[in-house]
């Protein structure tokens, strides 16, 4: 043994350049896996910490709007993890006939019972409204700018005018309103 660490000290000293040159490669490296180390087991705590706090929402790759059949629904929902859940279907449209940009607008239909849990921006959302909702057939909440813009009132009737599902068109009564900015 005392031979061959003989034999590695004097190889280290016949070209003290390529000596040099190897030592800080090997401190930039170790350096380098240290940090990397670092970095990944950071975000793996914290995907670890926070991963109870994500919501995954599937939708399918080649429709739009995205129309994923509820028959998927007890398979993704039964995955190892998932705790909670909620369904979304977008269904873009107008919501007159004039058909102007700035009055067009997106639905989402989702679980009512879920809908304050699952989606953070409806916390403020006055739980009367929620309860309306799901006691009338054709309710919809609706944002307090678009209730603004079309000079709209709570309990009244609309059509909204479908660009996703032509010739499909919804009636709905306003049950209660989103705040401002949400």
């Known amino acids: 043994m005392f031979k061959f660490l003989l034999l590695v000290a004097k190889n280290l000293g016949r070209n003290k350049i390529r ?94 019972d879920k809908l304050r849990s699952m989606q953070e921006d409806l916390d403020s959302v006055d739980p009367s409204a929620i309860n309306a909702l799901a006691h009338e057939r054709t309710g919809a909440i609706i944002g307090a700018y678009v209730l603004e813009m079309m000079h709209w009132k709570i309990g009244q009737e609309f059509t909204f005018i479908s660009l996703t599902h032509p010739e499909h068109n919804l009636r709905f009564k306003i049950v209660g309103t989103i705040p401002s900015g949400t």
Not at 31 to 57: D, E, M, P
Not at 86 to 109: K, N, P
């Open 19 to 112: 000596t040099a040159l190897t030592g800080i490669a090997v401190v930039v490296l170790v350096s380098v896996y240290t940090a990397a180390t670092a970095i990944t087991t950071a975000v793996n705590n914290l995907v670890a910490k926070q991963g109870s706090r994500n919501k995954l929402i599937v939708s399918e790759r080649w429709v739009a709007p995205s129309e994923l059949p509820v028959r998927y629904v007890p398979e993704i929902t039964g995955l190892p993890g998932v705790t909670d859940w909620t369904v979304w279907h977008y269904y873009g449209g107008c919501f007159d006939e004039s058909m102007q940009e700035e009055r067009m607008g997106l639905g989402i239909a989702t679980r009512i």
